[in-house]
């Protein structure tokens, strides 16, 4: 699985653009990206996921290069309640059963 | 609500002691994973079923084993817990286990004193 890389920490204020990098220099072919988002004590909740190019849903936005070794998850207009933990994972499509490895994430404190 | 129930919310214990959780997955889902989040090892995945049988397996220690049941509830079991089990120990579920987005419970704060 390859190994990704965030800035451990962001701040922001409420009603900015915030967008987030991963880099993942190793992706393999059958690998994907997804993102996840976790409050204090809660589970981890899914955000996006993309292969290539640029996925967007209601939360958010998800910029893949087309060399695929890094990735932009980005939060249009932030309020004070996405104050949280987001991870960055890369999957293997191919192995039939995921296994998510979480890196260290990044804290995003989002400001009056 | 993530449509993932776990069971107990809260559990505390003494070293050497076992405990058992529950976890419940989506109606529908057939997979089923286990994560321990601890301040020190941060989000660790532990092992996973699919439809009753295992399927993958993460960092997992001997003393843990997990199950997957007809009704396709998991149960996690822990033993001879030392301290360093302390941790919030998670359960998500997918419909398969490709793609597929997991759904996360609301966890299990396990306290070894």
């Known amino acids: 699985l390859a190994k990704t890389t965030q800035p451990i920490s962001m701040d922001s204020y409420e009603g900015q653009e915030v967008n987030i990098t991963c880099s993942h220099n190793?992706?393999?072919?059958?690998?994907?990206i997804t993102w996840y988002q976790q409050f204090p004590s809660q589970g981890p909740r899914f955000i996006i996921q993309?292969?290539?190019t640029k996925v967007t849903n209601e939360v958010a936005s998800l910029f893949i290069p087309a060399d695929r070794k890094s990735s932009t998850l980005s939060l249009p207009r932030v309020s004070l309640s996405d104050t949280a933990v987001y991870y960055c994972l890369v999957g293997d499509m191919n192995t039939g059963f995921q296994k998510l490895v979480f890196g260290t994430g990044t804290r995003l404190l989002v400001s009056p | 609500d993530s449509g993932v129930t776990q069971t107990p919310k809260h559990l505390i214990t003494a070293t050497g002691q076992r405990v058992t959780l529950r976890c419940s997955p989506r109606?529908?889902?057939?997979?089923v994973y286990w994560y321990q989040q601890s301040l020190d090892q941060g989000l660790q995945f532990l092992i996973q079923?699919?439809?009753?049988?295992?399927?993958a397996k993460g960092n997992i220690l001997e003393r843990f084993s997990a199950q997957q049941f007809p009704d396709l509830h998991s149960e996690l079991n822990l033993s001879s817990l030392e301290l360093g089990d302390s941790a919030l120990y998670f359960c998500?579920?997918?419909?398969?286990?490709?793609?597929?987005?997991?759904?996360f419970g609301p966890g299990t704060r396990l306290t070894v004193l």
């Open positions: 993309g292969y290539k």
């Open positions: 190793n992706i393999a072919t059958n690998d994907y």
């Open positions: 079923y699919y439809n009753g049988e295992e399927r």
């Open positions: 998500a579920s997918s419909v398969g286990g490709r793609t597929d987005t997991q759904y």
């Open positions: 109606s529908g889902d057939l997979s």
